[in-house]
């Protein structure tokens, strides 16, 4: 059974460039969730994608957006990128929404 | 609201300690799930545990144990015999049907186990 893979596994950006970041859900997973967790801090609910449709939203702003495709797998978009976003991504896939998630290693954005 | 609060930043012992890590939530949903992920230095969230609301069981699991009180709003987690390989972020999670089931983390404590 693959878990969950992400990538790419780091990143380094400027500010006011745009980035996407990837994630291959585990088998039989149909539901994906975006996590962003700054440094010393814990992951933050970014948004949640159920069969290709986004499924609640954290506080974020618009210019994080996602997608779900039809084999499950996700994008995390950030564009206009600015300093704050420097963090560790963390996508995230269950079998349903009460159902435990399994987390990827995680994508390192650093923006300078 | 929805919140998890994990009120110890840092915690040190020396090998072979016992340690309990706290964590208490706070939620109007009536079913709920809570969560204990690690986080090694490597940056995984690594799943330990996931317990419903309606289930106040005690859980052991090897060296590690959870006690879960409703009574007070807390769900702490206790390792015995403290290894090195321990050492890690521990956080504490919680979802309800109210905000989608989306976690709700807690800020973490760091476990130094020092040999």
């Known amino acids: 059974e693959t878990g969950v893979t992400q990538s790419p596994t780091h990143l380094i950006k400027t500010r006011g460039q745009q980035v996407t970041l990837r994630c291959s859900s585990q088998?039989?997973?149909?539901?994906v969730s975006w996590y962003q967790q700054a440094l010393g801090q814990g992951p933050q609910f970014i948004f949640q994608y159920y069969r290709e449709e986004e499924n609640g939203r954290g506080n974020f702003p618009p210019r994080f957006s996602g997608l779900q495709f039809p084999n499950y797998s996700s994008e995390l978009n950030v564009n206009a990128l600015e300093l704050d976003d420097s963090a560790l991504y963390l996508c995230a896939s269950s079998s349903g929404g009460n159902q435990p998630q399994h987390f990827g290693d995680g994508t390192r954005l650093s923006i300078l | 609201a929805q919140k998890v609060t994990q009120a110890q930043t840092e915690i040190s012992v020396v090998e072979k300690e016992d340690v309990t890590l706290d964590c208490v939530y706070e939620t109007r949903d009536t079913t709920y799930y809570l969560f204990w992920y690690k986080q090694p230095p490597s940056g995984e969230l690594v799943f330990l545990i996931r317990?419903?609301?309606?289930?106040?069981q005690n859980e052991i699991s090897g060296r590690y144990s959870w006690n879960f009180q409703k009574s007070t709003s807390s769900f702490n987690f206790t390792i015995t015999a403290s290894q090195v390989v321990d050492s890690a972020v521990y956080f504490c999670?919680?979802?309800?049907?109210?905000?989608?089931?989306?976690?709700?983390f807690g800020t973490g404590t760091r476990l130094k186990v020092l040999a």
């Open positions: 088998s039989g997973h149909n539901t």
């Open positions: 999670a919680l979802s309800a049907l109210s905000g989608t089931y989306k976690y709700i």
């Open positions: 317990r419903n609301s309606f289930d106040e």
